[in-house]
T-cell receptor, first 117, second 113 residues
Framework: DTGVSQNPRHKITKRGQNVTFRCDPI?????LYWYRQTLGQGPEFLTY????????KSRLLSDRFSAERPKGSFSTLEIQRTEQGDSAMYLC???????????????FGPGTRLTVT | AQSVTQLGSHVSVSEGALVLLRCNYS??????LFWYVQYPNQGLQLLLK??????LVKGINGFEAEFKKSETSFHLTKPSAHMSDAAEYFC???????????FGKGTLLTVNP
C-alpha cells in the first residue's frame, strides 16, 4: 500500500491555459474524491467517483472543470481556460466503500498546488 | 443548515501543556466526525474518527476526542503537547447523505519550547 499519489505536485501556468492533474488512489479503493483548498480554508468538496461513475459534482465546479476516472483506476482533473481564482491546492482522496458505509475514512494524497499567473 | 465550526484559527501552547482544539457542528442527522492533521505542503492525515460506537475516541500520536451530542461538539485534546504536533488541524463531518466531507476552516497549532 503506497498511499494516494498525485502528480504534478506543483504547477505554474498562465491565465487562459489548460491544466490537467492526475491522482492514483490506493489500489483496492473504489471511491475517489477531489477537493480544492484555498489559503486559510479547509478543503472544499468538488466531485467523487464510485468506480468509474461520477456520482456527484459540487456547484464549485464550473463548466471549465472536468474530471474522469476511466476504468475505475486513476483519475484526472482538468481545468480549461484557467483563471487566477483557480490558484489553490487540489487534493485527491480515496476510500473503500464497504456496503455504502458513510463512516469509512478518506485517505488523502499530498495535493497539487496550482498557481495561475 | 449543516455546518462545521472550528473556534480559534490559531492556538498556541507550550511544550508539555494540554492541547484543546474545538469543533462544533450543526446537523439534522447523526453525523460522522473526523479530525485530520496537515503538515506544511502535505496532504491530510487522519487522526481519529467517530462513528457512533464510543463517544470517547482515541487516535494516533496521543490525541483523543469526545463526541458530546448535547453540545454538538467534537473537541480534540492531547494531555501533553510535543513540538512535532505543530501543524494545522481540521475537523470534518460526513452528514450521512452523500459521502462527501465538510471541513472546518482549520486551527493552526503552534507549540512553543
Amino acid at each position: 500500500d503506497t498511499g494516494v499519489s498525485q502528480n504534478p505536485r506543483h504547477k505554474i501556468t498562465k491565465r487562459g491555459q489548460n491544466v490537467t492533474f492526475r491522482c492514483d488512489p490506493i489500489s483496492e479503493h473504489n471511491r475517489l474524491y477531489w477537493y480544492r483548498q484555498t489559503l486559510g480554508q479547509g478543503p472544499e468538496f468538488l466531485t467523487y467517483f464510485q468506480n468509474e461513475a461520477q456520482l456527484e459534482k459540487s456547484r464549485l465546479l464550473s463548466d471549465r472543470f472536468s474530471a474522469e476516472r476511466p476504468k475505475g483506476s486513476f483519475s484526472t482533473l482538468e481545468i480549461q481556460r484557467t483563471e487566477q481564482g483557480d490558484s489553490a491546492m487540489y487534493l485527491c482522496a480515496s476510500s473503500f466503500d464497504r456496503l455504502a458505509a458513510v463512516r469509512d475514512e478518506q485517505y488523502f494524497g499530498p495535493g497539487t498546488r496550482l498557481t495561475v499567473t | 443548515a449543516q455546518s462545521v465550526t472550528q473556534l480559534g484559527s490559531h492556538v498556541s501552547v507550550s511544550e508539555g501543556a494540554l492541547v484543546l482544539l474545538r469543533c462544533n457542528y450543526s446537523s439534522s442527522v447523526p453525523p460522522y466526525l473526523f479530525w485530520y492533521v496537515q503538515y506544511p505542503n502535505q496532504g491530510l492525515q487522519l487522526l481519529l474518527k467517530y462513528t457512533s460506537a464510543a463517544t470517547l475516541v482515541k487516535g494516533i500520536n496521543g490525541f483523543e476526542a469526545e463526541f458530546k451530542k448535547s453540545e454538538t461538539s467534537f473537541h480534540l485534546t492531547k494531555p501533553s503537547a510535543h513540538m512535532s504536533d505543530a501543524a494545522e488541524y481540521f475537523c470534518a463531518v460526513n452528514f450521512g447523505s452523500n459521502y462527501k466531507l465538510t471541513f472546518g476552516k482549520g486551527t493552526l497549532l503552534t507549540v512553543n519550547p
